[in-house]
């Protein structure tokens, strides 16, 4: 077969997939619309290169670029027709020297990946553009600017005054630094007192050295340590800085260079913000909404980022935090997680994290556990098989005499999942909560539950779950519930070779300070946060260095508490065992 016959080919394959898929038609006439067919966010393809393409042809202008998270393919449109064919001619089918041929089609229309977001921004939050002039920016620069040689491939970090402690997010008071805030700093407190802010001067300073591509997980700063005010200077490059409320509310807000960012109140104590890792932010734009109100737009248009230098000024304090803001507040301790807390921790540590890692945590799970199948095995045709917390389907059977419902709460596993599950006729993919299933009961043969219930954050919704799972069973109906040991001696998990450190604190809601699990060592604590090393997808394969490092919520089980968890009226233990890191219990419904 010619390459241009195989060009048609998979072009006419992907216009059938993209219309059943998503209801956009493609033309054989030329648009303005073009969808490059096997290139997109999932393969690593950006807007600066489609812009690189576009070296050849300098009287065409992109107007937009539209790249859908998780897909491997994306949109590019044009002011016209004419300037689509130019493009299309150039490189439909054509080999390119850094990555084979790109298939493209032209298209009707492309989808709407703008975001409205309707939140104000936090109350106490200050943004004071052109704070400094370009002058005094290079002049900070300059003084600031440094390169760390031992570590280029992190944000590069130094501190003044006292060193600002990321793993617990506060300072040691007792180990001052021999470099104090410089005093060319000087002038940004007689400069600030101008615009009436009320402020104590910092004696700490935090430098971070941001290349494209480097950013920061959300945090707020610990209550007790730190004064009310919190002072953010930003200089080489403009960046797009992640407002997230543990009420669901998100502001994504545009901090330029030269711009001094003021966080009081309650941006300070009841906000978390943090910079996402990419080499781009959107465009965003303000608009009037139909109420006349001004809203943020998130547009599909990117601009590309260059180095970026923040300087986090802080004053520090002594004593226990008296801020009003119990969520977030380090003073808000309890040995129990009420279930407030609770809940907003795992949405925050569990449910978010998931939603960002989907694709590269369904990349590393292929084959279905040992012990699950052979649970499965014998299952008689006409039976109903749920399979709670299914991930990314890995557990559905390839069969088509049971009905199989997968639920998951994660639409991006979700989507995982229905991949999976395509094929196979009796099988169904729902977005379910295990705390709030939305089924009628007694209807499951066979339940599932594999490495789901160690996410619940308190020993009452552990409970709330294996009742749920005993409430979908019908009399005489089995269940395989799995959760994460904290003995993983007899594991394949641990490093022999990897020292198992003192474990570092992450200040969350409710002021709790939660261990930081250090991989393949053996578990220390019950209740942790576990890393996941985020991968980007490359090319369908996983590129070697991490991205970022988000924290997930675990309570890892003693022996026998899965167990006693199970130890309801309708339900009853058949058998318990060890399994690979996993305490495991066969339960009936009685």
Not at 125 to 132: A, E, G
Not at 559 to 567: H, I, V, Y
Request: glycine fraction near 6%; aromatic fraction near 8%.
């Amino acid at each position: 077969m010619d390459e241009a016959k195989k060009t048609e080919r998979k072009r006419k394959r992907f216009a059938a997939r993209l219309k059943s898929s998503k209801g956009i038609l493609c033309s054989e006439s030329s648009e303005p619309n073009i969808v490059l067919c096997n290139v997109g966010q999932a393969t690593g393809f950006e807007k600066q290169d489609v812009v690189k393409m576009l070296n050849i042809l300098p009287s065409v202008k992109l107007k937009n670029f539209i790249a859908e998270k998780g897909e491997s393919h994306c949109f590019i449109v044009f002011n016209n027709s004419e300037n689509a064919k130019l493009f299309f001619d150039a490189y439909n089918g054509k080999e390119r020297a850094d990555n084979g041929p790109i298939y493209m089609n032209y298209v009707k229309n492309v989808p709407s990946s703008e975001v409205v977001c309707t939140s104000n921004n936090p109350e106490g939050l200050h943004l004071l553009k052109d704070f400094i002039s370009e002058t005094e920016e290079r002049a900070f620069l300059q003084l600031f600017d440094w390169i760390d040689e031992s570590n280029l491939k992190n944000r590069q970090v130094k501190h003044y005054g006292y060193e600002f402690r990321y793993g617990s997010n506060d300072v040691d008071l007792s180990s001052p630094l021999s470099e104090n805030i410089p005093e060319e700093c000087n002038i940004l407190w007689e400069r600030l007192n101008s615009y009436g802010i009320e402020f104590r001067i910092p004696d700490q300073l935090t430098v971070n050295k941001y290349s494209p591509g480097q950013g920061i997980p959300s945090h707020v700063d610990r209550h007790s340590p730190f004064d009310d005010t919190i002072l953010s200077l930003s200089l080489g490059s403009s960046v797009v800085m992640d407002w997230k409320h543990h009420s669901g509310k998100y502001v994504p807000l545009v901090v330029p260079a030269r711009s001094l960012l003021v966080m009081q109140g309650e941006a300070r104590y009841d906000w978390q913000h943090g910079i996402q890792p990419r080499t781009w932010d959107p465009v965003i734009e303000i608009r009037n909404s139909n109420t006349s109100e001004q809203v943020r737009v998130i547009t599909s248009d990117t601009v590309m980022r260059q180095m970026r230098i923040s300087l986090t000024f802080r004053k520090t304090r002594q004593g226990k935090c008296e801020c009003g803001y119990k969520m977030l507040c380090d003073n808000n301790k309890s040995n129990i997680i009420e279930d407030e807390v609770a809940s907003k921790l795992e949405e925050i540590h569990v449910h978010q994290v998931y939603e960002q890692i989907a694709g590269h945590f369904s990349s590393t799970r292929h084959k279905p556990w040992p012990k699950v199948v052979e649970f499965l095995k014998n299952t008689p045709p006409g039976s109903i098989v749920l399979d709670l917390g299914a991930g990314n389907g890995k557990n559905v059977l390839k069969r088509n005499d049971i009905l199989q419902i997968a639920g998951e709460r994660s639409s991006g596993l979700l989507g995982e999942c229905r991949r999976q599950a395509r094929g196979v006729a009796g099988a169904d993919c729902v977005r379910l909560d295990l705390l709030c299933p939305g089924m009628r009961t007694r209807i499951a043969d066979v339940v599932i539950c594999i490495a789901v219930i160690h996410h619940f954050s308190n020993q009452a919704r552990r409970l709330q779950a294996v009742s749920t799972i005993a409430s979908l069973l019908r009399p005489g109906g089995r269940a395989l519930i799995t959760v994460w040991a904290k003995d993983q001696t007899k594991s394949n998990y641990l490093c022999k070779d990897k020292e198992n450190l003192e474990a570092s604190v992450h200040s969350t809601v409710g002021g709790l300070n939660l261990p930081i699990h250090e991989n393949r060592t053996q578990f220390k604590h019950n209740d942790l946060l576990v890393p996941w090393k985020l991968r980007n997808i490359k090319e369908k394969k996983l590129e070697n260095e991490s991205s970022t490092t988000l924290l997930r919520y675990y309570h890892v089980f003693e022996e026998g508490e899965l167990d006693k968890l199970c130890d309801l009226p309708d339900l009853v233990v058949e058998k318990s065992f060890y399994e690979e890191g996993n305490w495991c219990v066969i339960c009936k419904k009685i």
